[in-house]
T-cell receptor, first 115, second 114 residues
């Protein structure tokens, strides 16, 4: 079962750049790394997905080193509305190491943005 | 676009009662999922359906049953509700290969079992 490790919580102030790092030492060769955002009382929302190097969209950037054993979600100039739980996920492995069609969530990182 | 629609949004049950949580998606996705989220915790997978006609157990399937009624609909049934099943239930769907993790989630059903 592929597993990720990320900090339980982080604090930041408005206008700062926030970097959340996730460790996934057992990531499989074909796996992508995906990040979700969850606000209180809502379902998770897809933020960004990448395989290697750097991916950027209108919300965030994702940095993945060559060994792919970790990844960093970067949120530029956060605001109060970015206060949420952020989940890092990689694919689940089946009994014989093959990809399954399910996504297993960890506990995520609670980002608290203060004025 | 509706995306993933869950009904009901709130429900209170007495211990031993049964109920079915409904989920429907309008994105023509092949795979559908049921998760539960307890207060302060991450999401745990209950059951999933990789494609129409198939269902599989997730991390915490005990006490639940599912039905993939058609490509659009995936229901979750609690046959005899217990207080330990008090939680927020999320339905999700996705399209594509096992390596595509772009899930779309519903807004959740808040279930309280007393």
């Amino acid at each position: 079962l592929a597993k990720t490790t990320q900090p339980i919580s982080m604090d930041s102030y408005e206008g700062q750049e926030v970097n959340i790092t996730c460790s996934h030492n057992n990531i499989a060769t074909n796996d992508y790394i995906t990040w979700y955002q969850q606000f209180p009382s809502q379902g998770p929302r897809f933020i960004i997905q990448g395989y290697k190097t750097k991916v950027t969209n209108e919300v965030a950037s994702l940095f993945i080193p060559a060994d792919r054993k970790s990844s960093t979600l970067s949120l530029p100039r956060v605001s109060l509305s970015d206060t949420a739980v952020y989940y890092c996920l990689v694919g689940d492995r089946g009994e014989y190491g093959g990809a399954t069609n399910k996504l297993i969530f960890g506990t995520g990182t609670l980002l608290a943005v203060q004025p | 676009n509706a995306g993933v629609t869950q009904t009901p949004k709130f429900q209170v049950l007495k211990t031993g009662q049964s109920m079915t949580l409904q989920c429907a998606q309008d994105m023509n996705h092949n795979s559908m999922y049921w998760y539960r989220q307890d207060p302060g915790m991450g999401l745990r997978l209950i059951y999933y359906s990789a494609s129409e006609g198939t269902t599989d157990k997730g991390e915490v399937p005990n006490g639940y049953n599912v039905s993939r009624l058609n490509k659009r609909e995936f229901s979750l049934r609690l046959e005899s509700a217990a207080p330990s099943q008090t939680s927020v239930y999320f339905c999700a769907s996705k399209q594509g290969t096992p390596y595509n993790y772009g899930y779309t989630f519903g807004s959740g059903t808040r279930l309280t079992v007393v």
